[in-house]
């Protein structure tokens, strides 16, 4: 009997599984489009009562509400969007970022944006909004990295 180690995959790991996934895609622009709306699409739904602009992105051209958890020496996201292709980007984010420990988050090189070619795919626009996405999950790792080193 095979017993599976419990350790959540490390950030490399997952940024090596999504550029596989997007591989298949090539240069295919209306494909990738379409499969990181449909990424988006499997994001659990946002409680409601986080859909406020105290958890909206600054920056960023469509809403985006994101809240973070700190469990144990981990990081959890939940995130939300009105857009389905910003949907899929901060799910894309939240699969790398959810469940890492800070340190990692905000030490995080996040390569796996320029491997599956995100500049081609998404505008100046929305390449704002996902820097401001990236940023504000480092400033919450950042700050329960604060808080657990005043305990």
Known sequence: ??????????LEDIQNEIIDE???FGDDRESTIFYIMELGQKLPPLDEQYKTDQYIIKG?????WLTAR???????FDADSNTEITKGL??????VLSGQKADDIINADL???????????????????L???????KLYALAFKSKMNNE
């Open 60 to 64: 960023c051209q469509s809403k985006v």
């Open 111 to 129: 390569y796996f944006l320029e491997k599956i070619g995100m500049s081609n795919i998404i505008g100046a626009q929305r390449s704002n909004g």
């Open 90 to 95: 901060i799910s894309l984010l939240i699969r």
């Open 70 to 76: 700190l469990e144990g020496d981990r990081v959890y």
């Open 22 to 24: 997007f591989s298949i």
């Open 131 to 137: 820097a401001a996405m990236i940023k504000q999950m």
């Open 1 to 10: 009997m095979e017993i599976k180690d419990k350790r959540p995959a490390s």
